[in-house]
């Protein structure tokens, strides 16, 4: 491979919650490792690769100039994304009008929520679900309704249309949030069932907000669909919001972005992200942007894609095969695995509390899956060089199940 995906890198004293916060109290950290054991991040959604060169070189050269005054997101912002889009997504006719700079897809989220919604009002969701959708919906005052996804017979996650429609109809409401490929279950959905899940909105009048942020992270030759590419109704009915951020390891320097075609929804969404004065670009965030959008970056996530779907692969066999009891569904895109440990535990007797402690104690820094409302689960980061996963599973083969 042209870019380094194997060496283990040191970040320790650089900024980084997934090392440096092990053994705080920030952001239900995992606890630090015992004595002869070194911390393996797995927890934290962000990847323990360098990012693309073009990104440094790009912030670089324009750091070289002294003044970062007042500015406007250059012709060169908005082009770089239409070009991505149509070489990664096959989406046509973009125009820069539809693009808007959002500081984060959360905020987009609670952007789009304030203007079609108001607080106490039911939104619908997808359960699994994002914890950062848990905590920003419910923090502005808006009630989530769960459509659970179903684990059909081959253990691949579905959605349940009959379900949806009818919590839609039953609690009125009238914005959803789709998250594809879905976090934490890593489904890239299909373009049919994209199509049945929008003819359900579209039946029930709602705005659709479509977090595609890991868009660009998919496995073992599946296919992104981009939500608003479905019908003429989905173009003019969904939000979608991207980033490069999840792609390129870019979370640190903050920016995301919303495309929005139906100019009604663009109006009411920039309105209300206007309103704090908050939600302005950062000079060097848009360089980022530019540099990783460049073909060396497309080349660099070609590279990523086949690293990670590596490692997804190794991860889910090793489970499969070493731990009877644990339940994975092999995710199609993201770098992240959501395991059900409920037979394990009950059949040894085990909490979950349990089994995340023994995994932090030998340095297995994964994740409490219960924010993300799976009740037995653990969410585990595989975006590591191959050597650490497979020193990872070693060691909660050895010393945890």
Same mark, same amino acid.
């Given at each position: 491979?042209?870019?380094?995906?194997?060496?283990?890198?040191?970040?320790?004293?650089?900024?980084?919650?997934?090392?440096?916060?092990?053994?705080?109290?920030?952001?239900?950290?995992?606890?630090?490792?015992?004595?002869?054991?070194?911390?393996?991040?797995?927890?934290?959604?962000?990847?323990?690769?360098?990012?693309?060169?073009?990104?440094?070189?790009?912030?670089?050269?324009? *750091?070289?100039?002294?003044?970062?005054?007042?500015?406007?997101?250059?012709?060169?912002?908005?082009?770089?994304?239409?070009?991505?889009?149509?070489?990664?997504?096959?989406?046509?006719?973009?125009?820069?009008?539809?693009?808007?700079?959002?500081?984060?897809?959360?905020?987009?989220?609670?952007?789009?929520?304030?203007?079609?919604?108001?607080?106490?009002?039911?939104?619908?969701?997808?359960? /699994?679900?994002?914890?950062?959708?848990?905590?920003?919906?419910?923090?502005?005052?808006?009630?989530?309704?769960?459509?659970?996804?179903?684990?059909?017979?081959?253990?691949?996650?579905?959605?349940?249309?009959?379900?949806?429609?009818?919590?839609?109809?039953? @609690?009125?409401? @009238?914005?959803?949030?789709?998250?594809?490929?879905?976090?934490?279950?890593?489904?890239?959905?299909?373009?049919?069932?994209?199509?049945?899940?929008?003819?359900?909105?579209?039946?029930?009048?709602?705005? !659709?907000?479509?977090?595609?942020?890991?868009?660009?992270?998919?496995?073992?030759?599946?296919? @992104?669909?981009?939500?608003?590419?479905?019908?003429?109704?989905?173009?003019?009915?969904?939000?979608?919001?991207?980033?490069?951020?999840?792609?390129?390891?870019?979370?640190?320097?903050?920016?995301?972005?919303?495309?929005?075609?139906?100019?009604?929804?663009?109006?009411? *969404?920039?309105?209300?992200?206007?309103?704090?004065?908050?939600?302005?670009?950062?000079?060097?965030?848009?360089?980022?942007?530019?540099?990783?959008?460049?073909?060396?970056?497309?080349?660099?996530?070609?590279?990523?894609?086949?690293?990670?779907?590596?490692? !997804?692969?190794?991860?889910?066999?090793?489970?499969?095969?070493?731990? /009877?009891?644990?339940?994975?569904?092999?995710?199609?895109?993201?770098?992240?695995?959501?395991?059900?440990?409920?037979?394990?535990?009950?059949?040894?007797?085990?909490?979950?509390?349990?089994?995340?402690?023994?995994?932090?104690?030998?340095?297995?820094?994964?994740?409490?899956?219960? /924010?993300?409302?799976? /009740?037995?689960?653990?969410?585990?980061?595989?975006?590591?060089?191959?050597?650490?996963?497979?020193?990872?599973?070693?060691?909660?083969?050895?010393? *945890?199940?």
């Amino acid at each position: 491979m042209k870019y380094d995906f194997t060496s283990a890198m040191d970040r320790h004293g650089k900024d980084s919650i997934a090392v440096d916060a092990l053994g705080t109290e920030m952001g239900s950290a995992p606890g630090l490792p015992k004595e002869g054991f070194d911390p393996i991040p797995m927890w934290v959604a962000d990847m323990n690769f360098p990012t693309v060169p073009t990104v440094q070189q790009a912030m670089v050269e324009r *750091v070289k100039h002294p003044a970062f005054g007042y500015f406007v997101p250059t012709k060169e912002y908005y082009q770089s994304i239409i070009r991505w889009q149509q070489s990664r997504n096959g989406v046509e006719g973009l125009e820069p009008e539809c693009i808007g700079y959002e500081n984060g897809v959360l905020g987009c989220v609670v952007s789009a929520l304030s203007a079609f919604a108001a607080p106490g009002d039911k939104v619908l969701l997808h359960s /699994p679900t994002y914890i950062g959708f848990t905590n920003s919906i419910g923090n502005n005052g808006y009630q989530i309704v769960h459509s659970p996804l179903k684990l059909d017979g081959e253990q691949i996650w579905r959605m349940d249309y009959e379900d949806m429609d009818r919590k839609l109809k039953e @609690h009125k409401i @009238h914005v959803a949030v789709l998250c594809s490929p879905h976090n934490p279950c890593g489904r890239v959905w299909e373009r049919w069932e994209l199509e049945r899940a929008m003819e359900v909105y579209q039946a029930n009048g709602c705005v !659709v907000i479509s977090d595609e942020i890991w868009s660009d992270i998919i496995l073992n030759g599946h296919k @992104h669909i981009p939500t608003q590419s479905i019908s003429e109704d989905a173009k003019n009915r969904a939000i979608a919001v991207y980033a490069p951020s999840k792609t390129f390891n870019l979370a640190g320097l903050v920016g995301s972005y919303h495309i929005i075609y139906n100019p009604y929804l663009r109006d009411r *969404v920039r309105a209300n992200g206007s309103k704090s004065h908050y939600n302005n670009m950062n000079v060097l965030s848009m360089h980022a942007l530019i540099g990783a959008y460049q073909p060396e970056g497309q080349e660099w996530v070609d590279e990523l894609c086949q690293v990670l779907s590596g490692n !997804v692969d190794y991860a889910c066999g090793f489970i499969w095969e070493h731990f /009877p009891g644990v339940q994975v569904s092999k995710p199609e895109g993201t770098y992240m695995l959501f395991l059900d440990c409920f037979q394990w535990c009950k059949g040894h007797g085990a909490s979950l509390d349990g089994l995340l402690k023994a995994g932090w104690d030998v340095g297995v820094a994964w994740q409490d899956g219960r /924010p993300f409302h799976g /009740p037995w689960a653990i969410r585990i980061n595989l975006a590591l060089p191959f050597s650490r996963v497979q020193e990872a599973f070693e060691r909660l083969k050895t010393y *945890v199940f």
